[in-house]
């Protein structure tokens, strides 16, 4: 988690994620046949908070979790009488055992022990609850111009390589195995921006926290560089379509 230890990183998050995460709450309560809602919910994982406010759609009470201080510390700006913010690990969930109906976890799967997570979590859940893992990506298309596909593949990630992370999907007998049932669904997304909003948007990229605030490149060449590059794609005064893609993981304790 120490990509996401930066004061900046944060704050960019904060500002500049964008906030796609009701439509997720939707399809759960409608995957879940949930009518009203569940009574305790913890968000791992949940940054700055974006994820836990959307986690009040289907939860009375809501916690959320992250490693990262600096991005707790952000969220707690955001705290309303029905969100609850802890630094701590997904890995050491500090809670007692069946304390939550619901657990989710936006974003940050990739990032987490799963053989240390997954016992945590059987451990804090009630009886048949749920574990909600989901998130929301960004891809290489660009609905006005398929140059962007170019400059995406050849010039963002042969600068900004990704840093190493775990992103092999769960399958129905790992999910056995930890003693939950397995059903999923995929979803795409797009988002209109203008090439300022789009830069700001991937300033926050791991690719791009490695290289800035872990590397030697300063937040001010990053930006220059994406600007300079991008404008034949995304020109002064006009703005983009891209293309996100996401999935859902929905877990039941068995």
Known sequence: MSFFAFQRVAIGYAKHRPY??????????????????????????????????????????????????????VANVYRDEQIIYHHASAERLPFDEGSFDLITVCGAINWIDRALFFPETKRVLNEQGWVIIYDNFITEYMRENVAYTQWYQEQFLSRYPKPPRNETPLTPSECEDYGFRFNQEEYTNELTWSREEYIEYMLTQSNVIVAVDMGNETLSEARKWMHTTLAPIVPDREKGTFLFGGYIWYMQLV
């Not at 709450?25 to 940054?47: E, H, I, P, T, Y």
């Open 20 to 73: 796609y995460h009701p439509v997720v709450m939707n399809s759960v309560r409608q995957q879940l046949n949930l009518k009203g809602k569940f009574g305790n919910a913890l968000d791992v994982g949940c940054g700055t908070g974006l994820s836990t406010i959307a986690l009040k759609e289907l939860a009375d009470n809501v916690t959320g979790i992250d490693g990262s201080e600096e991005m707790i510390a």
